[in-house]
């Protein structure tokens, strides 16, 4: 299902919590709201799910205007053909992965052919055969594949996801991105997912929205993003960057060469710290002119070194202000 936002605006007393929101999502894609906490991703979904009502603007699932403050169309919740896929979990604890996950169908008063869709959701998210164990009989990526699945059972159009990921340990969270985005793209569903977290973001996302303080700074392929930042704070959210002192230009650490082949510039300077971070060296190098600036490097140097650092004039990213 397409999902178009037009001049949505949301106040909470005196805080602009949205500032004229537009955005367009097409079938299928996987779009990420991407901020700095406050900056109104979870209004915005809730808004989305019906669970807010924004103060102006409108909102389209397909043809269908689904919210309308000025026409007063306001479609509930339940009607909005939206899974949902929140932070905790929220599985109930007295109920088995089976009652968990069929929850939403009873609810609805459906009686016949629950258990051939349970089983069918089970396969799709690799849960066979674990439908008597309760919730603390899982594991946390386990658990998240059942909030999933209890998401998916009523077959909405559109699954909402709110930081689904933020309580799963580092290992488990890179596992679950790939794991998401590809259930939903499997299930060929619309979805939406909230994160503060840039790598999160960028490694799932068919589209990226990033936000600040209730406005959109940027709509974006993740390569877009990170490549042309339509603004200095974007640049700054996503990704590392060096700065040169004139301010309106910036360069990705890992554009910068230590050797010069074919037309370079070149900036000198000293070796201010090291990290070792595995596969890589991360090496501030304090340059005259410029300031501080990250590089990476294939071996350790050491405080003090002199460096001479190269890279293309294409390679700089350029802001007008
Ligand atoms: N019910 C509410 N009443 C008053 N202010 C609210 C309410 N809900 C959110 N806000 C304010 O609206 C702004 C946006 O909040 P929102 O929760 O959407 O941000 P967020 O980007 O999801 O942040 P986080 O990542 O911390 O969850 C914040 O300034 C917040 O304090």
Same mark, same amino acid.
């Given at each position: *299902?397409?999902?178009?936002?037009?001049?949505?605006?949301?106040?909470?007393?005196?805080?602009?919590?949205?500032?004229?929101?537009?955005?367009?999502?097409?079938?299928?894609?996987?779009?990420?709201?991407?901020?700095?906490?406050?900056?109104?991703?979870?209004?915005?979904?809730?808004?989305?799910?019906?669970?807010?009502?924004?103060?102006?603007?409108?909102?389209?699932?397909?043809?269908?205007?689904?919210?309308?403050?000025?026409?007063?169309?306001?479609?509930?919740?339940?009607?909005?053909?939206?899974?949902?896929?929140?932070?905790?979990?929220?599985?109930?604890?007295?109920?088995?992965?089976?009652?968990?996950?069929?929850?939403?169908?009873?609810?609805?008063?459906?009686?016949?052919?629950?258990?051939?869709?349970?089983?069918?959701?089970?396969?799709?998210?690799?849960?066979?055969?674990?439908?008597?164990?309760?919730?603390?009989?899982?594991?946390?990526?386990?658990?998240?594949?059942?909030?999933?699945?209890?998401?998916?059972?009523?077959?909405?159009?559109?699954?909402?996801?709110?930081?689904?990921?933020?309580?799963?340990?580092?290992?488990?969270?890179?596992?679950?991105?790939?794991?998401?985005?590809? *259930?939903?793209?499997?299930?060929?569903?619309?979805?939406?997912?909230?994160?503060?977290?840039?790598?999160?973001?960028?490694? *799932?996302?068919?589209?990226?929205?990033?936000?600040?303080?209730?406005?959109?700074?940027?709509?974006?392929?993740?390569?877009?993003?990170?490549?042309?930042?339509?603004?200095?704070?974007?640049?700054?959210?996503?990704?590392?960057?060096?700065?040169?002192?004139?301010?309106?230009?910036?360069?990705?650490?890992?554009?910068?060469?230590?050797?010069?082949?074919?037309?370079?510039?070149?900036?000198?300077?000293?070796?201010?710290?090291?990290?070792?971070?595995?596969?890589?060296?991360?090496?501030?190098?304090?340059?005259?002119?410029?300031?501080?600036?990250?590089?990476?490097?294939?071996?350790?140097?050491?405080?003090?070194?002199?460096?001479?650092?190269?890279?293309?004039?294409?390679?700089?990213?350029?802001?007008?202000?």
């Amino acid at each position: *299902m397409n999902v178009k936002i037009v001049n949505l605006n949301k106040w909470y007393g005196d805080v602009h919590a949205l500032k004229n929101i537009n955005i367009t999502v097409k079938t299928g894609m996987f779009t990420s709201l991407l901020g700095p906490s406050g900056c109104g991703k979870t209004t915005l979904l809730k808004i989305l799910a019906g669970l807010e009502s924004p103060d102006q603007g409108e909102i389209y699932f397909d043809d269908q205007c689904i919210f309308s403050k000025e026409r007063n169309i306001n479609v509930p919740p339940q009607k909005r053909q939206i899974g949902m896929v929140f932070q905790e979990f929220a599985l109930w604890p007295h109920m088995n992965v089976f009652e968990n996950i069929a929850f939403p169908l009873k609810a609805k008063k459906m009686h016949d052919g629950i258990e051939k869709r349970v089983e069918a959701i089970l396969k799709n998210v690799r849960l066979e055969g674990m439908s008597k164990r309760s919730p603390d009989q899982l594991s946390g990526g386990q658990q998240q594949r059942v909030a999933f699945a209890r998401a998916v059972i009523a077959n909405p159009k559109i699954v909402l996801f709110d930081e689904p990921l933020s309580a799963l340990d580092a290992v488990l969270r890179d596992e679950m991105r790939f794991e998401i985005s590809q *259930m939903v793209k499997q299930m060929e569903l619309t979805g939406i997912y909230v994160t503060h977290d840039q790598m999160e973001a960028m490694s *799932m996302s068919d589209q990226i929205v990033v936000m600040n303080k209730g406005k959109i700074l940027q709509v974006g392929t993740p390569e877009e993003i990170y490549n042309r930042p339509a603004n200095k704070m974007v640049l700054d959210f996503v990704g590392k960057s060096n700065w040169f002192r004139c301010g309106t230009k910036a360069i990705r650490p890992e554009k910068i060469d230590l050797y010069p082949t074919g037309p370079y510039k070149k900036v000198s300077g000293v070796v201010q710290s090291v990290a070792y971070l595995g596969e890589k060296y991360e090496v501030t190098v304090h340059i005259e002119a410029e300031g501080d600036w990250l590089i990476y490097h294939n071996r350790r140097v050491q405080l003090g070194d002199q460096m001479d650092l190269y890279f293309k004039h294409s390679e700089v990213i350029h802001f007008s202000d």
